[in-house]
Nanobody
C-alpha cells in the first residue's frame, strides 16, 4: 500500500491560484498513473485529472488546471489557476490501479485537502 499526503489547499478569491501537492511513499510512484479527484458538498467524488503516459482533464478545468509530477520527489502537483466558486471541494490525490477515470480504479487515496473559492 502507498501512502499519499496532500497539501496546499486553502481559501482563495475568484480568479486566484493554488497549487496542490501530493507526496507518495513507496517505490512504485514513478511507474504509477497518478491523479486528482474532488468532492463538493452533497455531490459524488469526481475525476479531475490524471498523469501517466498521457495527461487527461475533465472539460471544466481544461486550460485552467495543470497536473505534473516530479518522480525524484515522489510528488504529483495540481496547479489551479483562474479558480471559480464551482471549484470548491475537497481534493483527493489518487494512485490508479489501472488507467481509468472511475473511483473504483483507484488503489490508494490521500486524506484530502479543502479548496474553497470565495466570490
Amino acid at each position: 500500500q502507498v501512502q499519499l499526503v496532500e497539501s496546499g489547499g486553502g481559501l482563495v478569491q475568484v480568479g486566484e491560484s493554488l497549487r496542490l501537492s501530493c507526496v507518495a511513499s513507496g517505490r512504485t510512484f514513478s511507474s504509477s498513473t497518478m491523479g486528482w479527484f474532488r468532492q463538493a458538498p452533497g455531490k459524488k467524488r469526481e475525476f479531475v485529472a490524471r498523469i501517466g503516459a498521457v495527461t487527461l482533464y475533465i472539460d471544466p478545468v481544461k486550460g485552467r488546471f495543470t497536473i505534473s509530477r516530479d518522480n525524484a520527489k515522489n510528488t504529483v502537483y495540481l496547479q489551479m489557476n483562474s479558480l471559480k466558486p464551482e471549484d470548491t471541494a475537497v481534493y483527493y490525490c489518487a494512485r490508479f490501479a489501472y488507467v481509468s477515470t472511475a473511483s473504483a480504479s483507484v488503489a490508494d487515496w490521500g486524506q484530502g485537502t479543502q479548496v474553497t473559492v470565495s466570490s
